[in-house]
């Protein structure tokens, strides 16, 4: 019964995010028209259900839609005043490949989506190369809104986002992490090593292996880069058990 009834909530939640994603934000009721309850309220609820007869927090079997729901119009920092869209994360939640970025950028902000400008467009490539689609992985930023004018994250906004971040790549559960960038690889790994001496390397994340590469942002900027960068995604699918596109 109570497998049941977390199967149901967790189904209307899912179905509640995908509504508000395209475009709904209320839904007919009765004589009236009811707003959807908070996201905030309605994902607190599950945390505390008992699952297969075990009560308490449910944690860990979460899906990404849940943490989805549960952020909502974040207004947990300051960013959530001038972000045009929240950049949750997209493709596959259940890939085992994550990449992790800094934080939107314009068009990512305009978009609502991760690294859709151009350094998202050689991330595409990278992937490719990798032998997988851009579907076929899950890519996120550890900031979730733009800092305006690309400014760096403060500790403040850090902290704020990095609990649902966690969240959502325990969630997604990969077999490994690519941190893209300083930024990524240091607040992820909690280190302040530089980039160029993080990479190459496979680092642990709360039980996920990590792998910190150079930012496609920078490679834009440094294309001789690139050959590092190619380096560490040899060792990537070598865990993976994978080969490169076209060998
Ligand atoms: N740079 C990032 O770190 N993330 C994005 O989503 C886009 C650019």
Redesign the pocket.
Known sequence: MATELHYLISSLKSYLVELRETGVDGLPYGYGVATVTPPSVVAEEPAQLETNGISGSVRGSETVAEIRLELGDCRRCQLGDTRTNL?FGVGNEKSEVVFV?????RD?DLKGE??V?E??QLLTKIIQAMGLAREDVYIC?VLKCRPPNNRNPQTEEIEACQPFLLRQLQAVSPKIIIA??TF?AQTLLQSRAPISQLRGQIHDYHGIPLMPTF?P?FLLRNPGKKREVWEDMKQVLKLLGREPAGS
């Open positions: 950049v970025g800094e934080a939107p950028g990512e991760p690294f400008g350094a998202g930023n893209l960038g990524a930012h942002a």
